[in-house]
Nanobody, 117 residues
Framework: EVQLVESGGALVQPGGSLRLSCAASGFTFSSRTMSWVRQAPGKGREWVSSITNRGGITTYADSVKGRFTISRDNAKNTLYLQMNSLKPEDTAVYYC??????????WGQGTQVTVSS
């Protein structure tokens, strides 16, 4: 059974930083592209970033480019998202997903990130 469990969400002030983690199990993590997607209140799900199976290629939405960094540790079956210079518009539930920017087939339960003073 595929499981994706996110953690690290919190309330943070504008300009602050957070690091999200996603523990993966139930599949061969090191062979799959992984992504982060987010859903803000009242909006649809938005793709944020993807990383190829060995981490060689990373891609970002324009809205987070230069502020967020995706990474992975295949030895620990864990995906990360380092978020810096956070803005109120980054407030959302963040989901770890198996797949690329166009197609994902499994998502975690999500972790809440709130950026507010």
């Amino acid at each position: 059974e595929v499981q994706l469990v996110e953690s690290g969400g919190a309330l943070v002030q504008p300009g602050g930083s957070l690091r999200l983690s996603c523990a993966a199990s139930g599949f061969t993590f090191s062979s799959r592209t992984m992504s982060w997607v987010r859903q803000a209140p009242g909006k649809g799900r938005e793709w944020v970033s993807s990383i190829t199976n060995r981490g060689g290629i990373t891609t970002y939405a324009d809205s987070v480019k230069g502020r967020f960094t995706i990474s992975r540790d295949n030895a620990k079956n864990t995906l990360y998202l380092q978020m810096n210079s956070l803005k109120p518009e980054d407030t959302a539930v963040y989901y770890c997903a198996r797949g690329n920017s166009y197609t994902q087939d499994y998502w975690g339960q999500g972790t809440q990130v709130t950026v507010s003073s």
